[in-house]
Structures are given as structure tokens and as C-alpha cells.
């Protein structure tokens, strides 16, 4: 069976579609984040809106994460297309960005 990959829909748009210049803006971003001391996130809930609009809050709760600590990323997120009562499961094995291919 051929693996399902999920394109990334808003590259171009809500954030870069080039990986080199996606990758300096979350790095800069990182970058003004005051350390805060506190202990590693175990969850965070950050925005996704576009990247120019809240790209330092999410940096902001991103840097709460320690990524050798991470065993387990779990996405929860609403559907903008269709609405339902119920939860809907993604058949993509992997999700396609700017930077890379992350497996699901």
C-alpha cells in the first residue's frame, strides 16, 4: 500500500514555503525567548495561526519543550472544512512541511 502524505496546505501562506528561510524565522524567534527556569513542559497548547501573526508565542511555548525528553506528540487540532460532533482520525502516515517529512 502506498504511504499517505499530507502536503502542507498553507506553506506560501499562513507561513514560508522555503524550508532555509522557515527555518531562520522559528530560529529567530527561539532566539528572543527569556529562558524562564521553570521545569520542561509535559503539554503545551500554542496557536497555529499565521506565523507572522503569533510566530513568538509559539516560540515561547515551544522553548518550554525538552526534545530528549519527548517520547510521545499527540495533534489535536479543530477541522476548518467540514464540521462534525465527532473526532476525525487523519489517514496520512506522515505530514509534509517546509523543513522535513514527519512521520504520523
Known sequence: MPRVS???SHAGSW???DGGRL?????G??????????????AIIAPHAG?????H???YAYSHIQPDRVQRVFLLGPSHHK?????????????????SKQAA
Open 83 to 99: 464540521y462534525t460532533r465527532k473526532c476525525v482520525l487523519s489517514l496520512a502516515q506522515e505530514y509534509g512541511t517546509p523543513l
Open 57 to 59: 508565542v509559539m516560540a
Open 29 to 42: 524567534w527561539l532566539a528572543k525567548v527569556q529562558a524562564s527556569g521553570g521545569p520542561a513542559a509535559r
Open 23 to 27: 527555518e531562520q524565522q522559528i530560529e
Open 15 to 17: 507561513y514560508e514555503r
Open 6 to 8: 499530507r502536503t502542507p
Open 51 to 55: 506565523y507572522s501573526y503569533c510566530g
